[in-house]
């Protein structure tokens, strides 16, 4: 658990690749209930389309989403 100043707390889950041996640690707010290896799941997946939409943003120099309804 992580606190701030003001009294609010988080949960850390920190998490080292098997492969790269890489540390990463992720700050949530999601349930206890949540096992920690399914977070790193979750935040991973974003991360990688988050990557992604960025590479294709800066490809395309697009500066706005642009949504026809």
Known sequence: MVG???GE???RVIYQC???NEIFSF???LPHSIRPGVIVMLYLMRWEIEKLFDAFKNKLEEKKSWLNA
Request: charged content about 15%; cysteine-free; glycine content about 0%.
């Open 4 to 6: 701030t100043s003001n």
């Open 9 to 11: 707390e988080f949960r």
């Open 18 to 20: 098997p492969i790269t």
């Open 27 to 29: 700050v949530t707010t």
